[in-house]
């Protein structure tokens, strides 16, 4: 098995644990992280490219579009 698809696997059970969730794709940490209540969030490092988390998401049912405020430079994704 590859790289990339260890990693996507990776991906796949993190989403899996908590699919009610929303995630965040940081692509400057190359990190996704799960919003828990209160503020707090919860992350993994991958070794995928910014476009190869997005598209995985978009995958698993997840839409994923950038904030509404310009400063914020990650990817916000909730399930649709």
Same mark, same amino acid.
């Given at each position: 098995?590859?790289?990339?698809?260890?990693?996507?696997?990776?991906?796949?059970?993190?989403? %899996?644990?908590?699919? *009610?969730?929303?995630?965040?794709?940081?692509?400057?940490?190359?990190?996704? !992280?799960? *919003?828990?209540? $209160? $503020?707090? %969030?919860? !992350?993994?490092?991958?070794?995928?490219?910014?476009? *190869?988390?997005?598209? *995985?998401?978009?995958?698993?049912?997840?839409?994923c579009a950038?904030?509404?405020?310009?400063?914020?430079?990650?990817m916000e !994704?909730?399930?649709?």
């Amino acid at each position: 098995m590859s790289d990339t698809s260890n990693e996507l696997e990776r991906l796949n059970k993190f989403v %899996e644990a908590a699919p *009610q969730n929303s995630y965040n794709i940081d692509q400057y940490k190359s990190q996704i !992280c799960r *919003q828990l209540p $209160g $503020g707090q %969030e919860e !992350c993994i490092k991958l070794s995928l490219e910014y476009t *190869q988390m997005f598209s *995985q998401m978009q995958k698993l049912g997840f839409f994923c579009a950038l904030p509404m405020d310009p400063k914020k430079t990650h990817m916000e !994704c909730t399930r649709v």
